[in-house]
């Protein structure tokens, strides 16, 4: 149960990391406060925006399935490569 909710949690973080460097980066603008970066976060990185009336989804974001898929796949590694390969992993995500 941990797994996948932390999963998605990852892959919202990767997403609004690589989301940040982009030339019309929501972060490029001036006179920012929380409650709009907590609205950017909620409504386009989460997706948010795209609940109906009905609070079905509208659309689904695609940058977050990407994202996900590469988290699954990074545990997946861990998981079936043992310790060696996690350590590896680690090394590469978490930095020297």
Request: aromatic share 18%; glycine share 10%.
């Amino acid at each position: 149960m941990a797994t996948t909710y932390y999963s998605v949690l990852i892959a919202w973080v990767i997403h609004a990391f690589f989301d940040s460097f982009g030339k019309d980066s929501f972060w490029n603008g001036e006179d920012l406060n929380g409650s709009e970066a907590s609205t950017y976060f909620f409504e386009e990185i989460t997706g948010t925006a795209t609940v109906g009336e009905d609070l079905k989804p509208t659309r689904l974001v695609w940058e977050n399935v990407g994202y996900s898929l590469i988290v699954w796949a990074g545990m997946f590694l861990c998981v079936a490569f043992g310790v060696k390969v996690t350590g590896q992993i680690t090394y590469i995500t978490v930095g020297a």
